[in-house]
């Protein structure tokens, strides 16, 4: 059987597992996480409850992308948005991506997506209604002020963990919009314009992998709601598999996915 694998193993017993929350699971094993070894092997022993059946129609590569396509439709779920609102996605990473790719199919017409990555932000810009903005040649947050009538965006997607996005979060929403953190902060603590926030009533909510999003992501995949395999940039066999994490740690070449084929 063909199955996409869901690589967290929550210990099913604690309250957050019994309340459906399994993804905050204390005790969760997930796989590439030390200590926990990660998957790139011939044969893996796992639990036949977090193996989903992919159809005949979808590729392995694409199976292998149902679990960033998860993080991204999770983090749009969280948001609760509407088609109306307008939305700001900081970062075009893979996570980036599927998050934009979530807000477009949920038919939102006002988008503004930022990076630093100028290969990156043209991958974007194929999309209807995105702005994408080179934050290393201007201000994002002076943009979108300036093109939102100093009004900001309902919803704001922060998907790099750097300190100045998550800064540029509290500045680029609206005052009573909502922001979503999705990064993972190198740092131990981050700093934000608590008063702007104060004074916005701003809504944060934290994204912490995802929950109950598999059956969604395969169904939106195989129906061609949203495309993945067109993040797939790079190809590399097993024995290759150093040459790929080098090659993303870099940024070249203009990666966007590296699959490793076993």
């Known amino acids: 059987m063909r199955v996409a694998v869901e690589p967290g193993i929550p210990c099913g017993k604690c309250e957050y597992c019994k309340s459906g929350r399994y993804n905050i699971c204390p005790d969760i094993l997930f796989l590439g996480t030390p200590p926990v070894s990660g998957a790139y ?12 059946p992919i159809p005949g129609s979808m590729s392995f590569a694409e199976g292998a992308l149902i679990e960033t396509l998860s993080v991204g439709m999770y983090a749009v779920e969280l948001s609760e948005l509407k088609k109306t609102d307008s939305v700001a996605v900081l970062g075009c990473g893979p996570v980036g991506l599927t998050t934009l790719k979530s807000v477009v199919a949920a038919g939102v017409q006002n988008i503004f997506i930022t990076d630093l990555i100028e290969e990156r932000l043209n991958f974007a810009r194929k999309y209807k209604n995105v702005v994408a903005i080179n934050a ?27 300190a100045d996005t998550f800064r540029q979060s509290i500045e680029i929403v609206r005052i009573g919009g909502k922001v979503i953190w999705i990064g993972i902060p190198k740092e131990d603590y981050i700093s934000i314009e608590g008063h ?9 909510k934290l994204v912490r992998r995802f929950k109950n999003q598999y059956k969604k992501a395969i169904q939106a995949v195989k129906s061609g709601k949203i495309v993945v395999k067109d993040m797939i940039t790079h190809n590399f066999k097993l024995d290759d598999i150093n040459k790929s994490f080098e090659l993303v740690e870099k940024y070249a070449d203009g990666v966007m996915k590296a699959i490793i084929n076993m």
């Open 196 to 204: 702007i926030a104060r004074r916005k009533e701003v809504v944060i």
């Open 136 to 162: 290393s040649q201007k201000n994002p947050v002076e943009v979108i002020k300036e093109l939102t009538k100093n009004r900001g965006v309902d919803i704001v997607f922060e998907a790099t963990g750097a």
């Open 41 to 52: 092997r011939e044969y893996l022993a796992y639990p036949a409850e977090l193996l989903f």
